[in-house]
C-alpha cells in the first residue's frame, strides 16, 4: 500500500489488488478443512508478523522492543488459539 502512493501508481496498485484477492481465495480454501476462529486469527497474526518485518528491513521503520513485544502477543496469542481450537 505505501508503494502505491495512495492507488495513483498503477503497477503497486495491481499487485496490491491481486495480493489480496491471492490472500481471500487462500483463506476461503483454508476454510474447508480449518475453523473460522482459527484460520482467520492466523492469517491475520502472520500478516501482522510479516508487515512488521517487511516494514523493518525494506521501509527501515524503527523496530522498538515494544513493536517487537507486541508482535510476539500477537503471535502467541494465535498458537494459544489454534492449540485451544485443536483440544476438546
Do not use: D, W
Not at 1 to 21: Q, R
Not at 22 to 28: H, I, K
Not at 31 to 56: D, E, W
Not at 72 to 77: E, M, S
Amino acid at each position: 500500500m505505501k508503494l502505491s502512493g495512495g492507488c495513483t501508481k498503477l503497477v503497486p496498485t495491481g499487485l496490491m489488488g491481486l495480493f489480496y484477492c491471492t490472500y481471500f481465495f487462500l483463506l476461503t480454501v483454508a476454510l474447508k478443512r480449518i475453523q473460522l476462529s482459527i484460520a482467520y486469527p492466523i492469517c491475520c497474526g502472520a500478516g501482522v508478523a510479516l508487515i512488521a518485518g517487511i516494514g523493518a528491513v525494506y521501509f527501515r521503520e524503527s523496530f522498538t522492543p515494544l513493536k517487537v513485544i507486541g508482535t510476539l502477543a500477537i503471535v502467541g496469542g494465535v498458537i494459544a488459539l489454534n492449540i485451544a481450537g485443536t483440544t476438546r
